[in-house]
């Protein structure tokens, strides 16, 4: 096992980057024998507090980054379909995602990357908890179980804690990583992460 301190991954479900940087983190950070902490947050809690609008209702720039996310998934050869409906609450999904972790880190990662791809590929509403209850079925787990740990106080205070302490971080958009205690901003920041764990550190 490694000593090596595990890299931070935070994360909204319906952040375009964070779907991207998702389907790539845990492969780069194996390469330099890290493990990779996912922590899905409420992004527009974040919004709020750094004073940001959403990207995509920003005149000008909002047209850019619909096209940026389409050319981003193009060059990391990741697939993506704009979802019909955006940007969509990712609560129940980040409360689900929280109960599953409890009960198996691995069976909670294979959940996110479903939600992430259900939303990004499928145009799945995951605001919808009866969607995110039957992608948890698609991945053979308890859904009635689920049903009853995303209502429970604990669940709920989970997603607002994990949110309110990346925040205190300085996370003021997703995917933010922490790698040694250094924050990277965004999908395009993989390549600094890469030469940050060859070099340990620039």
Known sequence: MTDKLPIVFYFDFTSPYSYLASERIDELAAKYDRRVQWRPVMLGAAFKASGMPLLVTIPL????????????ARFMGIPYRFPPMFPVSSLSAARAYYWLHGQDCGKAR?????VFRAYWTEGRDISDTAVVL???NSQGLEVGACETAIATQEIKDRVKNE????????????????VD?????????????????????F
């Open 61 to 72: 720039k909002g047209e850019y980054s619909k096209r940026d996310f389409d050319r981003s």
């Open 134 to 136: 039957d992608i948890v």
């Open 163 to 178: 949110t309110d302490a990346a925040i205190a971080l300085g996370m003021f958009g997703a995917p933010y990583f922490m």
């Open 110 to 114: 294979e959940f996110a990357h479903a």
């Open 181 to 201: 205690g250094e924050p990277f901003w965004g999908a395009d920041r993989l390549p600094q992460i890469e030469k940050w764990l060859q070099t340990g550190g």
